[in-house]
T-cell receptor
Framework: GQSLEQPSEVTAVEGAIVQINCTYQTSGFYGLSWYQQHDGGAPTFLSYNALDGLEETGRFSSFLSRSDSYGYLLLQELQMKDSASYFCAVGDTGRRALTFGSGTRLQVQP | DTEVTQTPKHLVMGMTNKKSLKCEQHMGHRAMYWYKQKAKKPPELMFVYSYEKLSINESVPSRFSPECPNSSLLNLHLHALQPEDSALYLC??????????????FGPGTRLTVL
């Protein structure tokens, strides 16, 4: 089976940098993804790491260390609109499906 | 077109009703998914269709019946639901390249209330 752990809540101020960590246990690991979900909205894809290292997309970056079964999402120059829930999710070669972590609620304060 | 559409947006039904949720995508994705999401919880996988065939059923009660009439459409038929089935039902689609890590595109969801 798969299990993921991420912090339940993070608070930061506008303009700051925040890191959301995710540790996972899975068989047949096939990449770590990150999704953002605003209250009342649908999850939207942010990034995907299949190999070790850092992937950068604008203000968001994601990192993966497969040997440590660990990844993080880094959000820079925080804006109020970044207040949302962030989910890490692992892919599984056997099941061809994603398993989501429990989510981290990010509150950006002025 | 990078959109997944779902109808209806909201649904209220009694425990004896039969209703259906609909999902459509025109991105050429051959994998389609149903998720259930309770408030402040992650999406919980219910069903996966690959090439219009059911590939994963996460031990979902038979009162939920999925159907994939063609590569663009996905339905979820509901019958004799319980109040605890009230949730946001999300449809998603993705390509089938590689394993399960492909980007999934989610629809806006159907907010279901069972009375």
């Amino acid at each position: 089976g798969q299990s993921l752990e991420q912090p339940s809540e993070v608070t930061a101020v506008e303009g700051a940098i925040v890191q959301i960590n995710c540790t996972y246990q899975t068989s047949g690991f096939y990449g770590l993804s990150w999704y953002q979900q605003h209250d009342g909205g649908a999850p939207t894809f942010l990034s995907y790491n299949a190999l070790d290292g850092l992937e950068e997309t604008g203000r968001f970056s994601s990192f993966l260390s497969r040997s440590d079964s660990y990844g993080y999402l880094l959000l820079q120059e925080l804006q109020m609109k970044d207040s949302a829930s962030y989910f890490c999710a692992v892919g599984d070669t056997g099941r061809r499906a994603l398993t989501f972590g429990s989510g981290t609620r990010l509150q950006v304060q002025p | 077109d990078t959109e997944v559409t779902q109808t209806p947006k909201h649904l209220v039904m009694g425990m004896t009703n039969k209703k259906s949720l609909k999902c459509e995508q025109h991105m050429g994705h051959r994998a389609m998914y149903w998720y259930k999401q309770k408030a402040k919880k992650p999406p919980e996988l219910m069903f996966v269709y690959s090439y219009e065939k059911l590939s994963i059923n996460e031990s979902v009660p038979s009162r939920f019946s999925p159907e994939c009439p063609n590569s663009s459409l996905l339905n979820l038929h509901l019958h004799a639901l319980q109040p605890e089935d009230s949730a946001l039902y999300l449809c998603a689609s993705s390509h089938l390249r590689g394993g399960g890590g492909n980007e999934q595109f989610f629809g806006p969801g159907t907010r279901l209330t069972v009375l």
